[in-house]
């Protein structure tokens, strides 16, 4: 029997594959980092910017201090994805790292549906609701301090940002801590490498929770 032309057409447009559709870009992560000064959240958010970059990242990262550097109130805006970047500000978090009372209160808000809040519970003791938020409340500054140095608990946070947002390189970030740290206290430089790894773990382990 002869094909018709519908037929024809019919076969002609089953053999057309459609295009394949690009992955989109993952949306541009969004990173808060606040604490009292001298906690060093400024130190942290500065070096996840860094390894972002190291990793193929665009990053931004705007620090704020307050009116007293030690003991007064420090802040920093960082973020990352493969977009550009327009404006540096975090408005929409996708993690809040709150390491004292006062941050907690300040920061908060920019929590949305999705966000990651970790809190020091060491210095947080009570958190509010936040539904559709994921809480890790862990006792940062005396899980460094039992590790050998307190003042090293920004690397615990900077360890548990980068395992958060999947940037664990492992080489990489002790590469970043080495050359940052290691020529200005190298007495303690073995010290912040295990409580980077440390920070790496549990930021792995929240993000898969």
Known sequence: MAKTKTDAKKKSTKAKKPAKKRPAAEPTKEILLA???????ILAGKMLAQAAVSEGFNATYIPSYGAEVRGGTANCH???????I???????????VAMNEPSYRAFSPLLRKGSTLVVNSSMVPKVGKH?????VALELTKIASDMGSLRS???LVFGL????????NRELLAGLL???LGKKNPALLDTNLNILAKGVDLGEQAANS
């Open 161 to 168: 940002c980068a395992g958060l947002l999947g940037i664990s």
């Open 131 to 135: 539904p559709g938020v994921k809480v």
């Open 153 to 155: 608990a920004n690397m």
């Open 78 to 84: 960082i973020k990352i994805g493969h977009r550009p």
């Open 178 to 180: 080495n050359n940052t």
């Open 86 to 96: 327009g404006s540096p500000i975090v408005e929409d978090a996708t993690i809040v």
């Open 35 to 41: 604490g009292s000064g001298g906690q060093g959240v």
